[in-house]
């Protein structure tokens, strides 16, 4: 069974950052790439970053580009999404998932994430 377990989420103001943490446990993922997506209130789940865990490409969603920084650390099976200048539209519920092994390219398709974290809330005030 993978675990994936989120933490750093919080509130913080307009134009702040904040850095959460993904930890994956359990057996082997064997997935290309791990991904951060997001669900605001009222709204669809959202692509936010994707990052290989063996190059150095990432990919970032248009809302984000520029502002937020996905990294990993393989010796401790971590992903990390490093947020700054932080908005309102940024609040949402944030997950870290991992996609089916089958997809050998970035995964930005909610539907093509097989592993979910319980999500970690971060609130902008504006």
């Known amino acids: 069974q993978v675990q994936l377990v989120e933490a750093g989420g919080g509130v913080v103001q307009h134009g702040g950052s904040l850095r959460l943490s993904c930890v994956v446990s359990g057996r082997t993922v064997t997935s290309y790439s791990m991904g951060w997506l997001r669900q605001a209130p009222g709204k669809e789940r959202e692509f936010v970053a994707a990052i290989s865990w063996t190059t150095s490409d990432t990919y970032y969603g248009d809302s984000v580009e520029g502002r937020f920084t996905i990294s990993r650390d393989n010796a401790k099976n971590s992903v990390y999404l490093q947020m700054g200048s932080l908005q309102p539209e940024d609040t949402a519920v944030y997950y870290c998932?991992?996609?089916?092994?089958?997809?050998?390219?970035?995964?930005?398709?909610?539907?093509?994430?097989?592993?979910w974290g319980q999500g970690t809330q971060v609130t902008v005030s504006s």
């Open positions: 998932a991992a996609p089916n092994p089958v997809y050998t390219a970035l995964t930005i398709a909610e539907d093509e994430y097989d592993y």
